[in-house]
């Protein structure tokens, strides 16, 4: 076959081309914090652009970003405030769970794809984008959850949160902006937890309500902690409010020892089951809340979804039109009975009374009733006809007359035929 000469301009380059190298000096610019919103257009580290300013929080700013190597892939970059400031045992702490974040691959957490550095100190986190509504947005939007969604939705945040726990990461800001809803095809909701290795488990505006008491007393986050925080939300998301609030700590320490008022007086329909699972969570004690973040998931879900006792009410006869008004007859009157005496009787007319006997040992004796009069008067009267009848049978037996006796003649017989034949006999 004839050979054909190749263009050199023809072949694709195996690269991403990042435009000429003085205008692309500015994409490796250091962010400044005087001016967040001139971070959108730069590119960090060569390969993710900023395209839009998503917002600040406590931990600092996030960008929306394209990852211009992977095609369609939009990225969430976070530039963490007051990151230079750490010492350098939180640094490799923090270095160390960022490595471990890169390798977890959960459907439920939102993936960490890069972090690094600026030359000031600064640090950023690169991480997946999800599209959806937090649950804060829906709290705003839409108001408190139903009860069995809202046990689906912390459910999968609790298993989420226990399986990044196992492999030695905290999350340290559990909140409900944290917390990603987004539909799927089957029209059913997927729940994503995000900002994990984000925050440095501070106490700040934006999560102090969520914070756990030894957070706010200064001590270090822990697994309890977080289950705190979860158990916060999921509280939230009953009852669209939250369990502790305060703009400082001194009026969040207040409302800790105050208590949270009960689920099941704020919204009807809910199982008394929820209150204690609360009760848990909530303790102000690390050591009396639930070991694991997966263990309150499942007990706050099987709470939910379980309906509230029903009250038995009395049932009533059915109405029917046979049913015919007639006139009240009043009730007889009882019989009135007559007591021979009124002596009180004691215990000691009773041989066998016992004082630690029976109840019905110790009853006194019903008093004895006289017999009526009438009836009385009538026996008298019935008994002395009797008397009178048997005297006038026995009186006419024996004074009757007796028998009159009649005297036999012979009577000459006329036949004589019949005296022969009687004669012959």
């Known amino acids: 076959p004839l050979g054909r000469r190749i263009d050199p301009h023809e072949i694709p380059a195996g690269h991403v081309d990042l435009g000429e190298r003085e205008s692309s000096n500015a994409h490796f610019n250091e962010f400044d914090l005087s001016d967040p919103d001139s971070f959108v257009g730069k590119t960090v580290k060569g390969r993710y652009l900023i395209t839009e300013m998503l917002g600040e929080d406590d931990c600092g700013f996030s960008y929306l970003g394209e990852d211009r190597i992977v095609g369609d892939r939009r990225v969430v970059v976070h530039i963490l405030r007051n990151s230079e400031s750490r010492d350098e045992v939180m640094s490799s702490i923090f270095a160390d769970e960022r490595v471990a974040l890169s390798h977890i691959t959960h459907p439920n957490v939102a993936r960490l794809f890069d972090s690094g550095s600026y030359t000031d100190g600064t640090e950023y986190i690169v991480s997946e984008h999800i599209d959806g509504l937090t649950a804060d947005d829906i709290l705003q939007i839409h108001g408190r959850f139903a009860p069995e969604r809202a046990g689906r939705v912390i459910k999968q945040v609790a298993y989420a949160v226990s399986d990044v726990h196992n492999e030695r990461v905290l999350h340290r800001d559990i909140h409900p ?7 799927s095809e089957n029209d059913a909701e997927n729940v994503f937890v995000t900002n994990f290795g984000v925050a440095t488990g501070e106490p700040g505006p934006g999560n ?12 270090i986050p822990t697994v309890a902690s977080d289950v705190y925080s979860l158990a916060a939300v999921a509280y939230e998301m009953l009852t669209g409010r939250r369990a502790f609030d305060g703009s400082t700590e001194k009026d969040l320490r207040a409302a800790h020892r105050s208590g949270i008022p009960l689920v099941s007086s704020l919204v009807s329909g809910i199982s008394p089951d929820v209150d204690a699972v609360f009760s848990k969570a909530l303790s102000a004690d690390p050591r009396a809340r639930f070991v694991t973040a997966r263990e309150f998931g499942d007990a706050f879900f099987a709470a939910a979804i379980k309906p509230a006792p029903v009250e038995k009410t009395p049932e009533l006869p059915a109405y029917t039109s046979d049913i015919k008004v007639i006139d009240e007859v009043p009730a007889p009157e009882p019989p009135k009975v ?3 005496s ?4 004691s215990p000691s007319d009773f041989p066998n009374y016992r004082e630690d006997g029976p109840a019905w040992t110790r009853r006194s004796p019903e008093p004895i009733a006289e017999p009526n009069s009438n009836w009385l008067k009538i026996a008298g009267i019935a008994f002395g006809a009797v008397l009178v009848l048997a005297f006038g049978a026995w009186y006419f037996l024996i004074n009757r007359p007796a028998p009159a006796e009649f005297p036999t003649a012979n009577v000459p ?3 004589s035929n019949l005296g022969n034949t009687l004669t012959g006999a």
Not at 177 to 183: F, G, S, Y
Not at 342 to 345: Q, Y
């Open 413 to 415: 017989m006329q036949n």
């Open 338 to 340: 007559e007591f021979r």
């Open 177 to 183: 902006e944290n917390i990603v809803i987004a539909p």
């Open 342 to 345: 009124e002596r009180i009787v």
């Open 208 to 219: 102090l309500a969520y914070q756990a008491p030894e957070i706010i007393d200064g001590r």
